[in-house]
């Protein structure tokens, strides 16, 4: 994520700003929005219990204060620190989710804190609360927040639940929803910003996105790990190379034996060879060898030797001579009179 550098200092601009109100005011906004030294934000409960008086009376007091602040002269003086934040998240794309807002444009949680602040104060900066669909997100466009938001539940509508999209494609079908905005926000930076935005659509640990319901993206045990880890490498693995990618790519301390154990159980995988896993998905057959071979002859019809081996070896990783011997098994398979091979 990139960063945003202020020209100015926002301690200083609330400081400034919160010089205008009583004693008490001042503390009851310091303690609301976490400005002082404790960066915890307290709630109206627990604010009144300080002073001794009903949650509602400390909100009176706080819609007092930033009434007060908003009509004063020192909230004009701090225009252009207002300006450069809007300015700031134009850049950022004009709708911006607000964690990464703010950790753009401040390292450390006080900072945060008081430009979070300001973003309340000022009222170019709207603010969308969480909901179903969306993280809490501030805006200065009504109408980039419109199409965005839009174009968003639009392409949450076309994902299934079994889809992983590498990020590039699903920027790509995200502009395919996003209609009449300016070409300066369509950039990988912002459209990744955006997307961000859903609380329906994520990206999973190795980039690539989805529903955020789905085990695909939201992991949640050594099955699901192993399944990303596998689609990723495109490949049969190893149920030990399996584990060690889980550990590396996921931060999992995965033990060989409960993955080899997790990947027998669960369909998503098939055995195609000592200890070689595959994903389902890519068309392998389930069961041994022999079967694979009654399989590939009740599909195809009597096959030469050379033909049964080429369709096994595509199901499984075995040695040719291991299909050699499964065909000597005359309880299964024959030989025609044409010196192919077919079902008994």
Known sequence: MS??????????????????????????????YGLGTDTEKMTLEAIGETYGITRERVRQIENFALKAVRQSDAFTEETA??????????????LVPEREFLQA????????????????????????KEDEHFVHRWSVDKNITEKVEGSLRRLYESLTDDELIEESK??????????????????TEIMKRWLSMSRKIARNPLGEWGVAHSPNVSARGIRDYAFLVLRKH?????????????????????HVATTHNELIKDKRFVLVGRGLYALSEWGYSTGVVRDVIAEILKKHGPLTKEEVIEKVLRERYVKPNTILVNLQNTAYFKKTKEGKFALT
């Open 3 to 32: 960063t945003q550098s202020l020209t100015f200092k926002p301690k200083q601009v609330t400081k400034h700003l919160l010089s205008i109100l009583p004693k008490r005011a001042q503390d009851v906004v310091t303690k609301r």
């Open 234 to 254: 495109g490949s049969p693995m190893h149920f030990t190379e399996v584990a060690k990618a889980i550990s590396e790519h996921f931060d999992k301390q995965a």
């Open 170 to 187: 699903m920027i790509d079908r995200f502009l395919n929803h996003l209609k009449d905005v300016n070409e300066e926000y369509k950039n």
């Open 105 to 128: 444009t401040a390292d450390d949680r006080s900072t945060q804190n008081n430009i979070h602040f300001m973003l309340v104060l000022g009222d170019m900066f709207v603010k969308q």
């Open 81 to 94: 620190a207002f300006t450069e934040l809007r300015n700031t998240m134009v850049k950022m794309g004009g």
